[in-house]
């Protein structure tokens, strides 16, 4: 039976997410759509109306009304709004998917940690768009091969870096340079970001630097970096590899490179395009994440244990 | 100050950073921003080339940390104020943070020239402290004067004190400054400031356009070292700017001493930027300077001319910060050309 959930949040990522469970949601099924507007000032829920998903327009007085209706909660507001609601989704005994910053749970990316976390915790965080997209491969170098140091650069359109984002460019860098150490495995992280206003919009695209040992097993680690991808597109449908591992050498580069060389990955993830054009898929793959993080969740029965053992308790 | 008052930022020890791979040492800064301080420069700016926080794979790791570069710098200076760079997407606000405490005056803040809102939070933390802020708009040649009033006026709102229209690809044409720099000295209440490349061989001549457009702060390097064809040459600029009739700070022989006796002997010939025919592609296709000695480097590994790769570079409209991509389109180009001697077989 499928599990049914609730998004709070209808702006363009909860209405993408939407649009995510509607087509392709098996083990989780879109109960109610919730905002703090009326519906006819409010896109993403006149979106859910249309789409036959009940709607709550009261933020988390609606998701306390119905909280008997629905056993996940997918949050798509802001950090701080979920530094609020998630206490009182522990109360209610409802688990939270927080695609916010917030990071009141523990960083979670499906294909690597998913499974150590729940059980743990009923509140997980999705880190950022492009930790999302690089971790897992940092993940994939570092389970063959000891990662020192791994950086990341994330390219984003313009057009697909919204305010927020905006106004807080330091908590992407930050939060995506932990997650590329806690849950990546590199000793050492960092993140950049870049902003493109080219037109028309580029695809997001990133690189992943690793610094491993010269005597590294580099078709060991194409190879797992390989069967990596394959485990995302089961739900990112349009993540995809564009340049395997490249090998620098200390000649290659500038600086001492010591007794290390540099792995160079890039991947390009191109959006499903049902709410967000195609060139968004930095905002694509946290849906995606998120709703793939709900998959997983439900198919295992993992919430017996936890959110609505804890509300029957 | 008066109208003829032109206020001087010498970047060798931050723009340099990028001709010498960002290879120099604290005490080598030290010497520099000494001689710097003797011959009563107005500001040195220090940091990695890509400003701080910039130390990395991507862009090259630095020698030392901003800290130790700071805490060499910050003794040898009396009346110079020391201004540190920061690019918001490579650095944080932690490293404003260690800046402020280790000594910085001036802090200044890049963005790509449409990119002005992701600096808001980094302005604010700035002026908070109490520290003077700058605001640079990268690649001012991409958009049109109109695009770069919009988002200067953004960084006024956010708190900066001066605004720079930043010629980063050394491609603009005297033409182009005199619109961009122009319709801002005349729309912002603040101070507008001008960067140069001499990819084009025109940073002296912009410089002296954005002048007489009205831009009073200005940037230069001793013996112009700085990313790619190198920045306005600091000692050419004295000597112009007096002769002009302009109301410069800094003492022309002694910017002429520290240039020659103290500089030229730590850079090499190869790092010595000139105008070749890489860095003159950087120009004429609008590409960011710094990518230029990553490009040469990416070209001989797969064996293509650097200046195709900075073509096809231009042609993508890449941005400051995407130095990754100098890997991708040398490994596309290497594909293709493996590719097509295939075929021919």
Redesign the interface.
Known sequence: MAVKAAIVGPGNIGTDLMYKILDRGEAIELERMIGIFPVEESEGLQAAVDNDVAVGTEGIDSVREHADEFDVVFEATSAHVHRENAPVYEDLGLFAIDMTPAAVGPYTVPVVNLDDVVGETDNVNMVTCGGQATIPLVYAVDRVADVE?A?M?S?IA?KSAG?GT?????S???TTADGLETVGGAREG?A???????EPPIMMRN?I?T?VHEDTDVDAVRDSIGRMESEIQTYVPGYEV??EP?V?TGD????DLGDAI?L?T?LEVEGEGQHLPPYAGNLDIMTSAALGTGERIAEQGLLDGTARGVAHD | MTDRDVRLVDMTLRDGMHAVDHSFTPEEMADVAAALDEASMDVVEVSHGDGMGGSSINYGFSAAETGEYLDAVVPQLTDTKLSVLLLPGIGTVEELDLAVDRGADVCRIATHVTEADVSQEHFEYVTDRGLEATGLLMLSHMAAPETVLEQAKLMEEYGADAVYVMDSAGAMLPSDVRDRVGLLADELSIDVGFHAHDNLGLAIGNTLAGIEAGATTIDGCLRGLGAGSGNAQMEVLVGVLEKAGYEVTPDFFGVMDAAEDVLVPMVSDDEMPEIDNDSLLLGYAGVYSSFLRHTRRAGEKYGIDPREILLALGEMEVVGGQEDLITDVASRLASERDAAAESDD
Do not use: C, G, W
């Not at chain 1, 290659?252 to 600086?255: G, I």
């Open positions: 140091y950086e650069i390219h313009s305010p905006r106004q807080n460019i330091d992407f860098t930050q960092k950049i970001i870049t902003l493109n206003p080219a690189t630097h610094q564009t340049m490249e620098k290659d580069v500038a600086f540099i160079t890039m």
